[in-house]
């Protein structure tokens, strides 16, 4: 362990708290390109992992921080951290560790704690039949800037994702089950379906979707990156049907669903037909 | 976040309990090489945080794990968890997150928590002048075995270190600093002294030097290894005098010099000449 100036910092959560903790690794030509942008992927290291946290209902806190990168390059380093500790700073997380190494590939590994409420963080594992199902947001930007690097909107939504950290704190006694959609909304949902043992139907007509899909009228291409395009980053969640009105009272969320006890995700078109799509990212395809 | 099917592991603290946190990240090509036996870098992989742990009196309870490789190779990854969990069941540290990525150099970064009675948690910045000097076990093995991987003991040192866990939480209390030697033990004195503000005399005949160098009898070789050679993952800590010989009554621990005001370190022969070493391992050499 080196930067902090000792073996290891100590943290303390609050009296009746609990941490949330979770680990989540961007490596270079798998998740970035070797001339991504410093400062936005500093950004997005921290981001993802803040997205974890959101999805647990939890407030950041603490974050350790492993860099591998081949050369010292003090401008890409100072360029990277200015990413990284403005999102950092925004969101109350202070780095408590880090480790750099060098190797022939970049990577960045960044492990983040948060703090709930003991008892009121949210897993995966709680949706019931009949629960609504809701999205923060819009889906499928990250994806389209893939194709569509052009776009400014979703190429922001790609390189610089904003974490759900306020919504997620205040999902916390509604939500009964949560994940932050970053493999693409099929994939995910798939598994807070698989860990509740319970089913879904999703109204593909009501999911918001990234305003550039309008203009470009591309249905296939809009189905691909609604429904399985990763990287968009909001937060998936099911909440029992008498929480409704509490729920439509946040910013920004949409019902487009429910939980069924049938164990299958159905994802119908306004006519009641299922939706097909490709795969969700698979990081070892 | 994969693997332990939540977005957030949600972990405690025992009442009246602070965390301490580090991390470490272990790249193929760097700090282990491509036919590197995969159980013993699992071991060792959990075994450099758990050091870092022990430099900090704290009792391991969780890590992450994020994994970076270029193929599945489901033996390998067997193999490699073997020798991770065996080490992580002896001193019960739970899987609390993980992240699995594809790339194209191995890599293995762990972040790991441990629990310290609030308060006392020991670090690098409490040397006082006038404390003793302590280190545990012998040093230079680890190193001597790159230059000699013919010898058991050394390989051993070198590949499945055993981080000093119990050892640290006996110091709780007993020791004003104390460091982990995996850089060497000028290079992580230096820490010591740097962060405390003082200087150190250490005797270099008193120092308990792997046994193998007896009987290879090179001195210059017996000297970059002691004084800087990395990876022995031993504890070297200060101590107050007056409690010299509730230290002493711990087991495999010697007293090997002194914290002085004057802010240098001197590491002196039998008869009180300076005795020189390379300097101590850089990771960015």
Request: hydrophobic share 45%; aromatic share 4%; charged share 25%.
């Amino acid at each position: 362990m080196q930067g902090i100036g000792d073996d290891c910092a100590r943290i303390a959560p609050r009296a009746g708290h609990e941490l949330a903790i979770t680990t989540d690794t961007l490596v270079e030509g798998r998740h970035f390109l070797p001339d991504a942008d410093p400062r936005k992927l500093g950004h997005k290291c921290l981001a993802v992992n803040l997205s974890d946290l959101a999805a647990a209902a939890a407030t950041p806190r603490w974050f350790t921080l492993a860099i591998t990168f081949p050369l010292v390059d003090e401008a890409w380093l100072d360029e990277f951290a200015g990413g990284l500790f403005a999102l950092a700073e925004r969101h109350g997380a202070e780095l408590v560790g880090g480790d750099t190494t060098r190797g022939a590939v970049r990577s960045i590994t960044i492990a983040a704690l948060g703090e709930v409420p003991a008892g009121q963080g949210i897993g995966r594992g709680g949706a019931r039949s009949g629960d609504d199902l809701w999205i923060s947001g819009r889906l499928g930007g990250a994806s389209l800037a893939l194709v569509h690097p052009e776009l400014a909107g979703p190429a922001r939504r790609l390189h610089e994702p904003e974490p759900r950290v306020a919504l997620g704190e205040k999902l916390r006694g509604l939500a009964s089950a949560a994940i932050d959609v970053s493999d693409g909304l099929a994939g995910d949902l798939g598994h807070i379906l698989e860990r509740s043992g319970v089913g879904a139907l999703v109204r593909y007509a009501d999911i918001p979707k990234e305003e550039a899909f309008e203009s470009l009228k591309n249905e296939k291409l809009e189905r691909d990156c609604v429904l399985a395009g990763g990287d968009d980053y909001e937060l998936l969640f099911t909440a029992p049907r008498q929480r409704r009105d509490s729920v439509r009272a946040l910013a920004d969320v949409t019902r487009i669903g429910e939980i069924v006890a049938e164990r299958r995700l159905l994802i119908v078109d306004a006519a009641g037909n299922a939706v097909t799509h490709k795969a969700s990212f698979d990081h070892f395809a």
